[in-house]
């Protein structure tokens, strides 16, 4: 049902429910319409009871774009009226709903992030025509240095992934996911064909690896971990080119390179060298039970920054084994 949505993608999916679940304790609490027994609207939910944060319904957790599935039948401010409204019966204490996306008309500080499209109908010949300059200079520069990629969807290539992973978020001063997520997401999405972990490989040395899943037609870049010192090597542009490669030679329609904070600029230039589509995100939340929007912040960057780089990776892998849960 949900596959009949175009604009269904892999945060939709059951599989990414069972992830969540499993991984965190939350309750799928999944909203439907229906017309003549047909299912016109969808909206995934899952409830978090948390004694940190509260008990709240999120459209979805750790999901960065989680668009209304609406066939027409219901207006989407009707679906909202109604999801709050559910939510106040439920007990929640807030609602959030991850699923505006707009052109971003030069004001990117509007958005809680930005997100990248790629159309991958024309072929790779013609996307590779269509990259910025300096980007497809970095994959000829990665190929003859001797960069390789690797494809390991085992707890092989998870384990390498996992551990760049903790090396790249204590970069980024952020606590790592736990283990356990990942290896729900490698038994619930990877192993059924619905992801792949790619990595990069120099001499004898692993120094980059991403972590893609692809649903209904839609590939999604999601997790990325590099080794700072092997930047040189531009071991990220050539694993970013072979993903996009591989998913449309196997006929996906496009290719979405994940949220971006606004003020990553870094990160944001990266991502406009490959001639995706560039727009905003706007996640709305509402104070339950009365239904009044309140503004709906991450806090990705701050003064804890630079407090978790400080701290071993042992103290860094602990806090975001407990907190992550509580967050959402």
Not at 241 to 263: D, L, P
Not at 287 to 293: K, R, W
Request: proline residues 5%.
């Amino acid at each position: 049902m949900v596959r009949s949505f175009p604009n269904a993608g892999i945060f939709h999916s059951a599989c990414w429910a069972k992830t969540l679940k499993d991984s965190y304790g939350y309750c799928p609490t999944y909203a439907t319409w229906q017309k003549q027994g047909m299912i016109t609207g969808v909206v995934p939910l899952m409830e978090i009871r948390s004694f940190l944060t509260g008990r709240r319904g999120v459209s979805l957790p750790f999901s960065d774009f989680c668009p209304i599935l609406n066939g027409g039948s219901i207006s989407n401010e009707e679906i909202t009226e109604c999801l709050i409204e559910t939510g106040g019966l439920r007990g929640w204490k807030t609602l959030e709903l991850r699923d505006s996306e707009e052109n971003v008309k030069g004001h990117p500080e509007d958005f809680n992030f930005l997100v990248h499209e790629l159309d991958l109908s024309p072929g790779e010949e013609a996307i590779f025509s269509g990259l910025r300059d300096s980007t497809r200079r970095n994959i000829r520069k990665s190929i003859r240095l001797g960069v390789t990629i690797v494809e390991d969807n085992q707890d092989s290539g998870l384990k390498e992934f996992y551990r760049l992973n903790l090396l790249t978020r204590r970069d980024h001063g952020l606590p790592p996911q736990p283990k356990q997520f990942f290896s729900s997401l490698l038994r619930n999405i990877i192993s059924r064909g619905n992801g792949r972990i790619l990595l990069a490989r120099y001499e004898n040395a692993w120094v980059a690896a991403g972590v893609f899943l692809s649903f209904n037609g839609k590939a999604f870049y999601k997790f990325g971990a590099s080794d700072k010192t092997c930047q040189e090597l531009r071991a990220n542009n050539l694993l970013m080119w072979e993903a996009i490669r591989r998913f449309s030679g196997e006929g996906k329609g496009s290719f979405n390179f994940g949220r971006t904070n606004s003020g990553q600029e870094g990160l944001l230039q990266f991502k406009r060298g490959w001639g995706a589509v560039e727009r905003g995100l706007k996640y709305r939340k509402f104070l339950l039970p009365d239904g009044h929007p309140v503004p709906s912040k991450i806090p990705v960057f701050g003064f804890h920054n630079r407090i978790f780089s400080r701290l071993p990776l042992s103290a860094l892998t602990l806090i975001g084994r407990l907190l992550y849960r509580h967050i959402g």
